[in-house]
């Protein structure tokens, strides 16, 4: 798996055995804009790349 450049200092190695990746976190904290760039990022590195949102939003059924 690829390894992605976040930025100068930080790098997300996806090398290990496990290929999940999990982004939790209170609103407007940047969860879409770093899931956009390692998506971004692995689409460029030509991997396979699955995504799903659960959200079914505030009073969903």
């Known amino acids: 798996m ?3 450049r976040l930025t ?4 997300l ?3 290990g055995q496990a290929n999940n990746l999990i982004c939790v ?4 904290s940047g ?3 770093l899931l956009y760039h390692v998506l971004m990022s692995l689409y460029a590195q030509d991997c396979v790349v699955y995504a799903a949102d659960f959200n079914v ?3 969903g059924s």
Do not use: F, H, Y
């Open 2 to 4: 690829p390894k992605i």
């Open 8 to 11: 100068e200092q930080i790098e």
């Open 13 to 15: 190695n996806l090398s």
């Open 25 to 28: 976190g209170p609103v407007g």
């Open 31 to 33: 969860k879409t804009q």
């Open 57 to 59: 939003g505030a009073g």
